[in-house]
């Protein structure tokens, strides 16, 4: 074994900070919806990520569009997942905070509503991370940069149904580690950094248009 290290309750104590962090980061999304839809109406749209929400993955985006013809929006989303289980020895655990510039590719005119047809995107996104099966685990840091390419579709009068995929880097430190004692301590095994370049995330988003 390499670096290794005994850490008493590491993962109780990264849990209630990282949940406190992705409940902050809601909250401020909240805020910054509202007086952004208070001080310009129908400039908001809230999301939510249907691939992520069948894998027990809860995750919240605001968007918001601007300029003369609507050709450009803003977006930040947070993914919040955090679960364990058989005392311990199972977590899934991230915490994802990113943010999307956007191009629509079709201005906003009298027939056609914003944020509808295809897009250019590129996002930036980082997190941290807890994930373990059986009492290995690993636990890190990551960042992302990469494009996107979209397109969104009407449902109803204030829904839009939006398809994208993205591709780019990821990568970050981690540490490999072995859990004992029903998880209260974790050893720390080795050291490691990832590095990856290919396709990082797909949405099937349901579109509130505020």
Excluded: C
């Amino acid at each position: 074994m390499k670096n290794m290290d005994y850490t008493s309750n590491k993962r109780r104590k990264i849990s209630i900070l990282r949940i406190r962090q992705a409940l902050l980061s809601v909250a401020m999304l909240s805020v910054a919806l509202f007086f952004t839809s208070n001080a310009d109406a129908q400039k908001v749209a809230v999301k939510t990520n249907l691939l992520f929400d069948a894998a027990l993955t809860p995750n919240i985006e605001v968007e918001r569009w601007f300029g003369k013809h609507n050709h450009w929006s803003a977006m930040a989303e947070v993914w919040f997942p955090w679960y364990t289980a058989h005392h311990n020895s199972r977590a899934y655990q991230v915490l994802n905070i990113g943010a999307e510039l956007r191009y629509w590719m079709f201005p906003h005119n009298g027939n056609l509503r914003p944020l509808h047809g295809q897009f250019l995107g590129l996002y930036a996104a980082g997190g941290k991370y807890d994930i373990e099966w059986g009492s290995n685990g690993d636990q890190g840091e990551f960042t992302s940069i990469g494009l996107t390419y979209g397109y969104a579709f009407r449902l109803a009068k204030h829904f839009n149904m939006e398809l994208s995929v993205s591709g780019g880097y990821l990568g970050g430190p981690y540490r490999h580690y072995h859990g004992l004692f029903n998880d209260s301590h974790l050893v720390w095994q080795r050291s490691e950094h990832r590095n990856y370049i290919g396709p990082t995330k797909a949405k099937v988003s349901l579109v509130w248009l505020w």
